[in-house]
């Protein structure tokens, strides 16, 4: 069934009200997360069980994307009620469907509490993770069934883009993306509308819109919940986009790890070409465009748009020097537009509830909302949907449930391995691109890393610096042999070998790499180490003047003497009596951490 | 566009200048008089090379408005642009990256085959490099010396990739590329195989063009020394026509001055027995390649004919066109033509046991090496070329006897293989070989005197010329191409059917011999290769006899020894064969 | 000048006529599908030796020091057999902040190798990843699709010994 016009669109959607003859839906969040901890199962079961009660026709199972609140997982929402089970495992399902579909009583014991409360809370909206956010982008993850194309019509999917093809003409649709002030959310922050507006004059017939889903920052699953979730959405915006530079092509480029994301983009393109969304003469406007999907192999530098184009291209995904710039020349040398997964999804919503509407959510210069992982030592671990300008502090205390164990959280890292860290005295900082830079971090693509007192500031820089030297392309100069050296100073300090001298030379190395760089990675590959030392020098002076302390020690006012740490040190080194303040003997402690893992008081004092 | 529109204002160093749009920083700044160290940068615009990916950052200018550094080699001006190639920020940024590249080399430079014509050890000289403030790890590969032509250290190797864009863009051949990623990316041969296992055609375009130790020509000079020094040996040598050319550059001479005299008083006082001249095994291959040409046309067999006498161009066929060998002329290259008559010819006229001759040739050229190796060209033991040096190695060689070079007086190449004509002299440059066996085919198919014997048509620099020669009623069709990759599209041509030439040359190097992979480095100065062509034209025009068939001393030797052209026994001795070998 | 990556009889043919009709269904430039083609032959094959990459070469007449260039640019492709069981432990930054590095250290102790390495048994392989998208159970470890999320690096013992099991149940 070819739909060929917006009052097809309509109708379909009407079509697809009325075959909704179920009353309940059950939403079971088969997110990466989830899945990890067998939601896929719990599908199954109920489905079978539901079966066995014929209740298959009333009550529907759908597996939707990432909730957001992966740390919950694996979670169950009940429609329309919207009652919501956390922590859901293979026994409670025969209770749920007992309890909650048979009988009509909710499960209590799978019900969420805030940390430290009592009251049970019954409905997802209730729950302090959800207040603050504002889901815009993610707007359909963990409410539809990703993969049906009936779901995503029926909360209003393809209508931006029949509405764009029936009533503007491309300039029109840049102008709205250009006054809704939406900037790219892949990193760089550049205003989506202009870098649509340059594609489309660049000289040439043969265009191509790119979709960058290689998401290579560690420890950020945003583009990856955005598609897995509501891969439709993308797919809308792309061909919004594709009208409005003038290409008939467009791309995906994916990396290769997310391989059961794209087996699921490779269905819901099937069926939106089965529609006439995709493909020639999309709803009767005579406009053509088809996307390809093209596959990474493992590489982070291919997420820096002109390595990605050599990739798609089937080289080695070194950077080129810009300009030219893929606007002026970019896959097979024609004018291309890559955009971010998390931008696209932007999109629809855009010209559905116009550029006005938009460009009220956020701050003066960042407009719209931001979604974040939210990682590290913080409760509520996941995806965060948030307006520009929330604070840390908000994001932090409000939405993450602060500290899993209450100890203080030092500094939080954002930008990922092009970013910095902000300490905890700035955690009034409004979020946005601009107050992130000047603060020495970036957006990034919203990676969040949150780290406590006990987090070693020299081996987080080490970490990055690792990875963005196990990441360099090698091309260049700075970024090929620079990182590595710098790498190798920060492993002399950290193995007691290094000397003042060297904090000198990391500094001097990183600002030239920064400064000479080929291409972003290297230019932003100093970063976390520029900004740890600069906002905890004490901890690289610890390690250049060697007064690092290496051994763990106990606080004598905090050991109520139970014991445990001296069992379960392997060399021993633990003494004394039960109920009694314990000693370590520092000279024989290997640092193993057992005892600081065992303590059950926090009493023993980490290096 | 009118030509003011084109033209933009930029200031270097507070430094107005106007430039043509699409003009580099780098080129703006040399129109006022202010040099930027370069190290990856190559621009060898005329060949169609450019490598221009800017990943050295040796060359990064502060751009005064954005306080940015950006590589003045690649970034292009824009109007109103102004830039600082000394601030500090600058000077900073280019000296450590040099450091950083040194930090990661070998600092072998007293021992390194590259020492002073080094353009890393250069520009560390240039930047006044006293120290290198980042240690560490360094590459550790080991050294590839399996080929007979060129030695690869990978751990000299700075990742410029002049010698991949060389190999794959120009020659097509596409032996190297970089592999892995980051501080273990290493620019080398698939596997990181021994260059000998490889399609690598030997023509040395990398050696040429890289700026370090990295990829050089296998030293064969001790083996010459060794020869020189027994007693029991007569050592022998022939001069390759492009040699005279270029190897004046290395003795402070300007390019393109001709100094055959002193180079075979050089060889002399270096203690050969017999100097030689390439250019009679010239003269004679175009007898014996005229004579095929004809026989190929007027009895309508293979055609068209392709010139034999670069033996990279040779390697290439093998390797990537096998189904296509029998289109090359059997005809051996003058080295190992004359090779061949020292041995045999030589030797029976003076009494010499061949097994005591060593022969050896002074070429441009690296693949020579590597052809003197050739199973074909070894018969019985005997090879018809022992030893090959490179024009540089001569140079090294005498400089190492302590000969004073600009001193020495002229003197002529002995008699007996010694003549040559002015059609032998430009087979050093692209077109010389065509047009050198046109004017010996032309007067063999009519009979007749051919007056104007310069085929203007056949010259020049451009990869692929045409020339029709008209000779009675018959339109001579002649191709021309130099540099591998040009010489792959007449292939694929004539491979498709689509090809009506009757003959073509081929030349491996860019220029042909004058840019051989042996000569004196030209460090992409392309005037060098104008001049060293010119000054082989303008010997063609100054010798008394312009014919290949005019040398006398070869006409003696069809008398004497081979009988006719195309006889058996000139074919035993001056043809050889071709087989195909894997592409790698 | 025989060398042994010329040798490609040691190549199954059937999965070699596989990987030859994928090839064939690709549409429009093949050269510009090198990657995807690597892919299907390492999925074919297991991995890509030095005369599959020589195969590849040849069949989208590309140079073979071009095909190595891209297969040792990307990370996801093993020029070295690996294991059956394929150990990868998470180093994305949400892992690690997690201790990560400790249960890397012990799988590399307990199977007594480094990380892109095959046991001695030809069993496992272990290599790191950076982030597969699971942060919310950080520390994650993954063998083969299975994500075993938490993991403590006294947990690693318990899989370890699990996928032994099998291999012996099997044998
Ligand atoms: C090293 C590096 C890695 C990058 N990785 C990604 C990525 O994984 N995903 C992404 O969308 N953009 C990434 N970018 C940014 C892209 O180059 C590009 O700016 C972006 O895709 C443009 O889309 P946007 O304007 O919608 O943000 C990366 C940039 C650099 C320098
Ligand atoms: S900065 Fe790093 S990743 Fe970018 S081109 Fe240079 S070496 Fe490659
Ligand atoms: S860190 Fe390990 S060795 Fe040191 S005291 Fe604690 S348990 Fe013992
Ligand atoms: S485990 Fe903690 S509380 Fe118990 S004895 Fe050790 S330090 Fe004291
Ligand atoms: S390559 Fe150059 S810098 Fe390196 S050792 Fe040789 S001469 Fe010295
Ligand atoms: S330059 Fe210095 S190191 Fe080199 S030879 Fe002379 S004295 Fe020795
Ligand atoms: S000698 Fe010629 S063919 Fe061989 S690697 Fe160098 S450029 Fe390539
Ligand atoms: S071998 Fe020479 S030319 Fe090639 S990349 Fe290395 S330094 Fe450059
Ligand atoms: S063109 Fe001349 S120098 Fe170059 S490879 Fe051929 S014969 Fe040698
Ligand atoms: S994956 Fe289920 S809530 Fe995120
Ligand atoms: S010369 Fe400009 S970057 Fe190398
Ligand atoms: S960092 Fe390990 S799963 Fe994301």
Not at chain 2, 211 to 238: C, F, Y
């Amino acid at each position: 069934m070819k739909i060929a016009s917006y009052q097809e669109l309509k109708n379909w959607q009407k079509k697809c009200q009325n075959n909704k003859n179920y009353k309940i839906n059950v939403l079971v969040c088969t997110g990466t997360s989830c899945l990890s901890s067998d939601s896929q199962t719990l599908v199954e079961m109920l489905e079978s069980a539901l079966e066995s009660h014929n209740l298959q026709v009333e009550i529907k199972v759908i597996k939707t994307g990432c909730f957001g609140f992966c740390g919950q997982g694996p979670m169950i929402k009940i429609e329309p009620d919207e009652i919501t089970y956390v922590k859901v495992k293979v026994e409670d399902i025969e209770d749920i469907v007992e309890n909650h579909f048979l009988k009509n009583t909710t499960v209590k014991r799978l019900l969420y509490k805030e940390p430290g409360q009592t009251k049970l809370l019954e409905k997802s909206s209730e729950m302090q993770f959800y207040k603050k956010q504002m889901r815009v982008a993610l707007r359909n993850c963990g409410e539809i069934d990703p993969e049906n194309i009936e779901d995503y019509v029926l909360n209003d999917g393809y209508f931006a883009l029949a509405k764009v093809l029936e009533n503007y003409s491309p300039d029109e649709v840049i102008k709205i993306i250009k006054d809704s002030g939406l900037r790219g959310r892949g990193g760089g922050g550049f205003s989506t509308g202009l870098k649509w507006e340059l594609t489309r004059k660049s000289p040439g017939n043969e265009k191509y819109l790119i979709c960058n889903a290689d998401e290579g920052d560690p420890g950020a699953f945003m583009d990856r919940s955005i598609l897995e979730g509501d891969p439709h959405s993308v797919i809308e915006a792309m061909i919004i986009a594709g009208y409005a530079i003038g290409a008939n092509n467009g791309l995906i480029y994916i990396r290769a790890e997310y391989a059961l994301v794209t087996e699921r983009l490779r269905r819901v393109i099937t069926d939106a070409r089965k529609y006439g969304l995709l493909g020639k003469d999309i709803l009767g406007s005579g406009f053509d465009f088809d996307i390809e999907i093209k596959l990474g192999a493992g590489a982070f530098v291919c997420g820096e748009e002109t390595a990605l184009i050599r990739s798609m291209e089937g080289f080695r995904g070194e950077p080129d020097k810009k300009p030219p710039f893929p606007s002026q020349a970019g896959f097979r040398g024609k004018p291309s537009n890559v955009n971010n997964v998390e931008t696209f999804a932007n999109i629809p919503v855009i010209i559905l509830n116009g550029a006005e509407w938009f460009a009220k959510i956020g701050t003066k210069k960042s407009k719209g909302t931001k979604v974040f992982s939210l990682v590290g030592q913080i409760r509520n671990i996941g995806l965060v949907e948030v307006p520009m300008g929330t604070t840390i502090k908000e994001m932090i205390y409000d939405i993450g449930g602060g500290h899993p164990e209450e100890r203080e959280i030092k500094a939080i890292q954002i930008g990922g391995p092009s970013g910095g860290v902000i300490t905890k005295e700035y955690f009034d900082t409004q979020i946005d691109y601009d107050s992130l830079v000047e603060m020495g971090a970036m957006m990034g693509s919203g990676g969040i890393i949150v780290m406590d007192e006990d987090t070693d500031m020299v081996q987080i820089a080490k970490f990055y610096l690792d990875f963005i030297q196990d990441e360099s392309c090698g091309k260049c100069t700075p970024c090929r042999i620079g990182t590595k050296r710098m790498y190798e100073i920060l492993e002399r300090l950290v193995n007691m070998e290094g000397s003042p001298e060297d904090l000198n030379s990391l500094r001097t190395l990183g600002r030239i790499i920064k400064d000479t760089s080929l291409c972003g990675l290297g230019q932003t590959s100093a970063n976390p180490v520029l900004s740890t030392m600069k906002y905890f020098p004490e901890e690289y002076e610890a390690y250049a003047y060697k007064t690092k302390k290496t051994k763990y020690s106990i606080d004598p006012k905090k050991c109520v003497g139970c014991t445990k740490c001296a069992k379960a040190c392997p060399v021993e080194c633990i003494e004394g009596k039960i109920r009694e303040p314990h000693i370590i003997n520092e000279s024989e402690c290997i640092a193993c951490g057992s005892c600081y893992e065992v303590c059950p008081v926090n009493a023993v004092i980490k290096p | 566009m009118k030509l003011i529109d084109k033209m933009i204002q930029c200031s270097i160093n507070n430094i107005n200048v106007t430039v043509e749009k699409g003009t580099t920083i780098l080129e703006a700044a040399k129109k006022v008089g202010i040099h930027i160290p370069t190290l990856c940068h190559l621009n060898l615009a005329d060949f169609g090379v450019v490598n221009q990916n800017a990943n050295c950052r040796v060359c990064v200018v502060e751009n005064e408005k954005t306080h940015r550094l950006v590589p003045s080699c690649a970034e292009e001006v824009v109007d109103g642009m102004r830039i600082q190639t000394d601030s500090l920020k600058a000077v900073m940024g280019r000296r450590t990256n040099l450091e950083l590249l040194l930090s990661n080399h070998p600092q072998d430079c007293l021992t390194c085959v590259k020492s002073l014509d080094c353009e890393l050890q250069s520009l560390a000289h240039e930047l006044n490099i006293k120290e290198i403030h980042y240690q560490g790890e360094k590459m550790n590969h080991p050294i590839d010396l399996t080929s007979f032509g060129i030695t690869k250290d990978t751990n000299k190797c700075i990742m410029c990739r002049r010698c991949v864009t060389m190999c794959n863009d120009i020659q097509t051949v596409g032996v190297l590329s970089p592999l892995k990623r980051g501080f273990d990316s290493v620019v080398a041969t698939a596997f990181h195989l021994d260059l000998a296992q490889t399609s690598c055609t030997y023509c040395g375009q990398c050696v040429s063009v890289c700026p370090t130790g990295a990829l050089a020509e296998m030293n064969d000079s001790p083996k010459v020394w060794r020869a020189l020094n027994n007693p029991r040996k007569h050592v022998i040598a022939q001069v390759a026509p492009a040699v005279r050319a270029a190897i004046g550059e290395e003795f402070g001479y300007d390019a393109g001055t001709i100094l055959t005299g002193k180079v075979v008083s050089g060889l002399k006082r270096l203690g050969f027995d017999e100097i030689y001249d390439t250019n009679f095994g010239a003269d004679l291959t175009i007898i014996e390649e005229a004579t095929e040409l004809v026989d190929r046309i007027q009895n309508n067999k293979t055609l068209p004919m392709l010139t034999s006498c670069c033996p990279a161009w040779v390697q290439f066929i093998e390797h990537q066109f096998p189904e296509l060998l029998d289109v090359p002329s059997s005809c051996k290259s003058p080295q190992q033509m004359v090779g061949v008559l020292t041995k045999t010819y030589y030797a029976e006229k003076n009494n010499v046991d061949p097994k005591d001759i060593v022969m050896v040739s002074v070429m441009p050229c690296v693949a020579k090496k590597a052809e003197a190796a050739r199973e074909e060209l070894n018969k019985d033991g005997l090879s018809d070329v022992d030893y090959v040096v490179t024009t540089r190695e001569l140079a090294k060689m005498l400089k190492e006897a302590a000969i004073d070079f600009k001193k020495l007086p002229d003197t002529n190449f002995d008699i007996l293989l010694g003549e040559s004509t002015g059609a032998a002299a430009i087979f050093g440059t692209t077109g010389g070989v065509i047009e050198a066996a046109t004017r010996t085919a032309y007067e063999m198919i009519t009979g007749k005197e051919l007056k104007e014997v310069n085929f203007k048509q056949m010259r020049g620099i451009e990869g692929i010329r045409e020339a029709k020669v008209k000779i009675d009623d018959l339109e001579l069709n002649i191709g021309i191409a130099h540099g591998l990759g040009n010489a792959r599209k007449l292939l694929e041509d004539i491979r498709d059917g689509k090809s009506d030439f009757h003959a073509i040359e081929i030349m491996a190097c860019p220029g042909g011999c004058i840019g051989g992979g042996g000569q004196p480095y030209h460090r992409g100065d392309i005037e060098i290769l104008k001049k060293r062509q010119k000054a082989l034209y303008d010997l063609d025009k100054n010798m008394p006899k312009r014919k290949s068939h005019e040398n006398e001393m070869v006409m003696k030797l069809y008398e004497d020894y081979l009988g006719s052209p195309g006889s058996h026994r000139a074919h035993e001795l001056l043809h050889t064969s071709y087989s195909e070998k894997q592409r790698i | 000048m025989k060398n042994k990556i010329m040798d490609m009889s040691t190549l199954d043919k059937r999965l070699l006529k596989e990987l030859d009709d994928y090839i064939n269904s690709l549409d429009g430039d093949k050269q510009e599908h090198l990657i995807l083609v690597l892919h299907k032959a390492q999925e074919l094959f297991g991995y890509l030796p030095q005369n599959l990459q020589l195969y590849v070469a040849r069949k989208l007449n590309l140079s073979s020091a071009r095909v190595n260039g891209v297969v040792t640019f990307y990370s996801f492709f093993n020029e070295e057999p690996v294991g059956k069981y394929r150990i990868s432990v998470c180093m994305g930054t949400a892992c690690f902040v997690k201790g990560a590095d400790k249960v890397l250290e012990r799988v590399q102790d307990l199977l007594k190798i480094q990380k892109d390495r095959i046991s001695e048994d030809g069993l496992f392989t272990i290599n790191d990843v950076r982030c597969i998208g699971a942060c919310g159970l950080a520390p994650v470890l993954t063998v083969n699709d299975k994500v075993y999320g938490k993991v403590k690096p006294n947990d690693v013992d318990d899989i370890i010994r699990y996928y032994r099991g099998l291999e012996n149940e099997n044998s």
